[in-house]
């Protein structure tokens, strides 16, 4: 019984005891198997052995033998310190300042042309004058020259007259100065005529990697040279992989070759070291070139290969290569013309077969489609107008004269539209202009000037009987040559000097300008200086010493000077019965050095860091100035009718609008307003009112050749302030200052529902 009940309890741990003892009995085994003693005769093979297997070149073996004693791996060893020798700082990596450089991309082609001091100031010129539009760089190279240089040329003088050493000097200063730069170099005499969109169409489809020496192939004198050289006086084309092939050998060569004829003398060094003949076709392309004879007239002549022709040679003086110009001039033309009308004549064919058919081709044929609006404020408007008057006046009124440019335009449109007319008519009809009965026109940004003619003619068959009838006809000038105008370089690092007038009206308003000022500007340490102009009418500059209107700003702008202790205020008082913004600023510009850069500000504007670098970047002295146009907000009464305004406002439609009839805020240098100003004198002499009837915008309109750069400013944002209208100043002043808070109220939808809120309240 006992026992049966110690089996039952036993049996639960049986099988661990058991896994125990098996575990310590197999450890015990497994070390006597492993042990060895430490006197086994084979220590110092197994050692080899270890070695051997031992990839690692620095590792120490465990029982290595050091001076013949046994030494254990655990043994500490003295490791003598070597110091870390310090890296040099890599270099820093500066990338190519353009993408071309980097990528290795060179212009296409350089012009060279040999000339000489006595033909300098007559064939070169000629040559220049019909070339220099044409090509990107074109350099003369001249042995001697004369003390002036003609305007507009590039002239490199070697300062001797031998034609071998000026062909020598011409070939080591390209090497010099352009072989990086461009693809291919084009030499020719100024005794030549060059069709320079031709050579620029020739390099165009030719492989830039290509050994080539291309012109007019000429055998050497005397026969003994083999190969050809190219005639200097049709002009050849060396490839920029040929003439690198000739840098290291050009001594060789001014040393080694005679010659008498300089490219004689380039076509042997050539040929004895670039191994390269001169050839007049490459790739399937021909070097087309003409000589022309002593009294031959470009217009009389019918040789297919003068119409065709690169270069003509020789041209004996300057009149005759004018004439050449205007000849080849005339038949790029006619061949543009026909190329335009095949282009037309395909899209035309295309269109056909296009989804919308001859809907899908605009007229006229290859001209952009006109500009569709998309809502009723993009619908472009058309002018109306008649042989001596237009409808849409800049001053607003009704009708006006039709004069000056707009009277050529419309009389150069008539003439256009008959020569059509007659052209489409002849020889059946022929139509002769009795009156412009109605005229239209528009501007289209997307394609140019867009005119709708009503014309009534007099039709003349070729029996001689006419009749009269109207005609309606469709004219566009496109917009063709669009170029970007150069800017001189400014930048955003120029400090901007804020002016910031004050009447007696602005002062409740200055606390909220100089806390936001302070935030923008005193506390980024923003590169500005801001100078008050404290504005008394002749009663309150008597009263200054008992009673300062301005006493509260004073105070105001002194404790920010201690609070800000780098940062100085300066302020002006100034006694004036009209506040003009001339008058102003002709005290603060004697203040000031003629390069200070002004911003003009209005007390109710948030002035920050945004505006000020746009006001640098589009303020170029002697060049521009900038008058923006801030976002006025709306009337909260009306905008936000029965509503609580937001903490901030947005710049949407129902919030405010861009107030087009200020310009008090103006970016300038004080040298364009002194330039302005000096040329304003005369009339101010004449009639003092001047001063007061202008602003500073209508003197630079007036009074200087400066861009006036006008354009909205969404970092300028000022709040809904009735302002109050000086009608001392000039009328044209005081009606912009009424009409700017009339508009300032609120939109026309919200004043439309609030005067039908109002009719409604009436009714009830």
């Given at each position: 019984m006992r026992f049966s009940m110690l089996i039952s309890l036993i049996r639960p741990i049986g099988p661990v005891v058991i896994g125990i003892s098996l575990g310590f009995t197999l450890s015990l085994l497994s070390v006597t198997w492993v042990e060895e003693p430490c006197s086994n005769p084979d220590w110092n093979r197994r050692d080899e052995v270890a070695l051997e297997l031992d990839e690692n070149p620095y590792s120490l073996p465990a029982g290595s033998l050091q001076n013949g004693e046994n030494v254990e791996d655990f043994e500490p060893r003295i490791v003598p310190y070597k110091p870390v020798q310090q890296q040099t700082p890599p270099k820093k990596f500066y990338r190519a300042k353009y993408i071309s450089t980097e990528l290795g991309i060179r212009e296409r082609l350089f012009a060279?042309?040999?000339?000489?001091?006595?033909?300098?100031?007559?064939?070169?010129?000629?040559?220049?004058?019909?070339?220099?539009?044409?090509?990107?760089?074109?350099?003369?190279?001249?042995?001697?020259?004369?003390?002036?240089?003609?305007?507009?040329?590039?002239?490199?003088?070697?300062?001797?007259?031998?034609?071998?050493?000026?062909?020598?000097?011409?070939?080591?200063?390209?090497?010099?100065?352009?072989?990086?730069?461009?693809?291919?170099?084009?030499?020719?005499?100024?005794?030549?005529?060059?069709?320079?969109?031709?050579?620029?169409?020739?390099?165009?489809?030719?492989?830039?990697?290509?050994?080539?020496?291309?012109?007019?192939?000429?055998?050497?004198?005397?026969?003994?040279?083999?190969?050809?050289?190219?005639?200097?006086?049709?002009?050849?084309?060396?490839?920029?992989?040929?003439?690198?092939?000739?840098?290291?050998?050009?001594?060789?060569?001014?040393?080694?070759?005679?010659?008498?004829?300089?490219?004689?003398?380039?076509?042997?060094?050539?040929?004895?070291?670039?191994?390269?003949?001169?050839?007049?076709?490459?790739?399937?392309?021909?070097?087309?070139?003409?000589?022309?004879?002593?009294?031959?007239?470009?217009?009389?002549?019918?040789?297919?290969?003068?119409?065709?022709?690169?270069?003509?040679?020789?041209?004996?003086?300057?009149?005759?290569?004018?004439?050449?110009?205007?000849?080849?001039?005339?038949?790029?033309?006619?061949?543009?013309?026909?190329?335009?009308?095949?282009?037309?004549?395909?899209?035309?064919?295309?269109?056909?077969?296009?989804?919308?058919?001859?809907?899908?081709?605009?007229?006229?044929?290859?001209?952009?489609?006109?500009?569709?609006?998309?809502?009723?404020?993009?619908?472009?408007?058309?002018?109306?107008?008649?042989?001596?008057?237009?409808?849409?006046?800049?001053?607003?009124?009704?009708?006006?004269?039709?004069?000056?440019?707009?009277?050529?335009?419309?009389?150069?449109?008539?003439?256009?539209?008959?020569?059509?007319?007659?052209?489409?008519?002849?020889?059946?009809?022929?139509?002769?202009?009795?009156?412009?009965?109605?005229?239209?026109?528009?501007?289209?940004?997307?394609?140019?000037?867009?005119?709708?003619?009503?014309?009534?003619?007099?039709?003349?068959?070729?029996?001689?009987?006419?009749?009269?009838?109207?005609?309606?006809?469709?004219?566009?000038?496109?917009?063709?040559?669009v170029e970007i105008i150069p800017m001189p370089y400014v930048t955003e690092a120029t400090r901007v000097h804020i002016i910031l007038a004050v009447t007696v009206h602005d002062r409740d308003y200055v606390n909220q300008f100089l806390e936001v000022y302070a935030t923008n500007f005193f506390e980024m340490s923003e590169n500005a200086i801001l100078s008050f102009l404290f504005i008394y009418d002749p009663f309150q500059a008597q009263q200054v010493n008992q009673n300062d209107i301005f006493a509260n700003v004073k105070a105001k702008i002194t404790a920010y000077e201690h609070k800000y202790p780098v940062t100085k205020i300066p302020w002006i008082s100034v006694k004036t019965e009209t506040p003009s913004q001339i008058k102003i600023m002709d005290i603060i510009s004697k203040k000031h050095p003629v390069d200070t850069l002004f911003f003009v500000a209005n007390v109710n504007t948030n002035v920050n860091s945004e505006f000020l670098n746009r006001c640098r970047m589009n303020t170029i002295n002697n060049w521009q100035v900038f008058f923006p146009i801030h976002f006025q907000d709306y009337n909260p009464d009306i905008a936000y009718h029965n509503q609580q305004p937001p903490p901030t406002i947005d710049l949407i439609r129902d919030a405010g609008h861009f107030d087009r009839d200020v310009f008090d805020e103006a970016c300038f240098y004080n040298s364009d307003y002194m330039a302005a100003r000096t040329k304003m004198v005369t009339d101010v002499q004449e009639n003092e009112e001047i001063l007061e009837a202008l602003d500073v915008y209508d003197m630079f309109i007036k009074y200087s050749n400066l861009h006036v750069f006008r354009a909205i400013e969404p970092a300028l944002h000022q709040k809904y302030r009735h302002k109050v209208c000086n009608p001392r100043l000039g009328e044209e002043i005081y009606h912009r200052c009424v009409q700017s808070n009339l508009e300032g109220l609120g939109s026309r939808s919200q004043l439309a529902m609030l005067l039908f809120e109002q009719e409604q309240g009436n009714s009830t």
């Open positions: 060279g042309v040999l000339t000489s001091k006595n033909t300098m100031n007559t064939m070169a010129v000629a040559v220049n004058r019909t070339i220099r539009h044409h090509l990107d760089n074109v350099v003369y190279f001249t042995g001697m020259r004369n003390r002036k240089i003609p305007h507009g040329m590039f002239v490199v003088t070697h300062g001797d007259e031998r034609l071998i050493w000026n062909m020598f000097q011409t070939i080591r200063y390209v090497l010099e100065h352009y072989i990086n730069e461009y693809d291919w170099f084009y030499f020719v005499q100024d005794d030549t005529y060059i069709q320079a969109d031709r050579i620029k169409s020739l390099v165009g489809h030719l492989s830039i990697h290509t050994d080539l020496y291309m012109g007019s192939p000429e055998e050497f004198i005397g026969g003994e040279t083999e190969g050809r050289y190219c005639y200097g006086g049709f002009g050849y084309l060396l490839s920029r992989t040929l003439l690198l092939k000739l840098q290291p050998n050009l001594e060789s060569c001014r040393n080694d070759i005679l010659s008498s004829r300089p490219d004689e003398w380039l076509g042997r060094c050539i040929i004895d070291y670039g191994n390269v003949n001169c050839v007049d076709q490459q790739e399937g392309l021909h070097y087309q070139r003409f000589e022309m004879g002593k009294n031959s007239d470009p217009n009389k002549e019918e040789d297919i290969r003068f119409k065709n022709a690169f270069t003509v040679h020789p041209v004996l003086d300057p009149a005759q290569m004018y004439r050449l110009h205007k000849y080849f001039t005339e038949i790029e033309l006619q061949r543009t013309y026909e190329e335009i009308e095949k282009l037309q004549a395909e899209i035309k064919n295309t269109s056909e077969v296009a989804f919308d058919g001859n809907r899908s081709a605009h007229w006229p044929i290859g001209i952009n489609p006109p500009f569709e609006p998309k809502t009723r404020f993009e619908v472009l408007r058309w002018e109306y107008f008649t042989e001596d008057q237009v409808y849409t006046c800049k001053d607003g009124s009704p009708k006006c004269e039709l004069q000056g440019i707009d009277k050529a335009d419309v009389t150069n449109v008539i003439e256009i539209a008959m020569g059509e007319l007659n052209k489409k008519y002849k020889p059946v009809l022929h139509l002769k202009k009795q009156q412009l009965i109605n005229g239209y026109r528009r501007f289209d940004p997307t394609r140019g000037m867009e005119y709708t003619l009503d014309l009534q003619l007099e039709v003349v068959n070729q029996k001689g009987r006419s009749r009269s009838i109207t005609k309606r006809v469709h004219l566009v000038r496109p917009l063709s040559d």
